[in-house]
């Protein structure tokens, strides 16, 4: 039987762990905050203590068992936090998130403080550091709507296509209707943040009104 401090120095440091990722998702504003973060770390170790005293009361060569299907629970609460917002998949880095945090537990309930807090500081180096590299490298394109709404849309069609072609960026579905008194040029692209912003100066001028959404793209 493990003493009561070590178990709860064990329990704390899950605890601790769990809440350092869990504030980052909440400056974020992004699911799996401070708390979620705190329960299931701790949650995780607890686990990983309990099945290692049942087993040595039961004798049980296998210590590992109920520790093994904390990561098929945790695999479900991860999947409640994908979700699909505006045509785009979401929530992806959060259940990874909680399923690095859920290791970091079972990592402290097995006494790894060392291991667990390296994996800790790792998992916020990927959270904080890697976010702003992927978005000066731009690398998560986008699947967008543009509208461009123009007094004449004969002009604007040739603009429109030589302004992307510029920037080697596809046009999809492409229309042009009325509305109301405005000429409707819309169609689909898949285009990264800093083309966005690039491609909107480019396009919108005086007379011309821009909007800019995302969609989901259509197979088939």
Known sequence: MLPLSTIVARLAWAALL??????????RRRPAGMRTGFCISMGAALFTIVSVVLA?????????????NI??????????????????????????TIFAIAA????????????????????????????YVEDWL???????????????????????????AQFDVAIDNFQVSMAGDKNLI?????VTTRQQETLLAAVCKPGVTCEMVP????NG
Request: with cysteine; glycine share 14%.
């Open 18 to 27: 769990g809440s350092i990722i869990g504030v980052e998702r909440n400056i």
């Open 138 to 164: 731009n690398l998560k394109p986008r699947y967008m709507l543009f509208r461009i709404f123009s007094d004449r849309a004969d002009n604007m069609v040739g603009d429109v296509h030589r302004i992307f």
């Open 186 to 190: 819309q169609f689909d692209a898949e």
């Open 56 to 68: 040595q009361r039961t004798g049980d060569t296998s210590p590992t068992r109920i520790a093994s």
């Open 104 to 131: 970091m537990g079972m990592a402290s309930g097995g006494g790894l403080y060392a291991i667990s807090g390296i994996a800790c500081a790792l998992t916020l180096f990927a959270l904080i550091v890697l976010f």
């Open 71 to 96: 990561v098929q629970g945790i695999g479900f609460l991860g999947a409640g936090v994908i979700l699909r917002e505006r045509g785009n998949v979401v929530g992806l880095t959060t259940a990874a």
């Open 215 to 218: 969609v989901e793209r259509q």
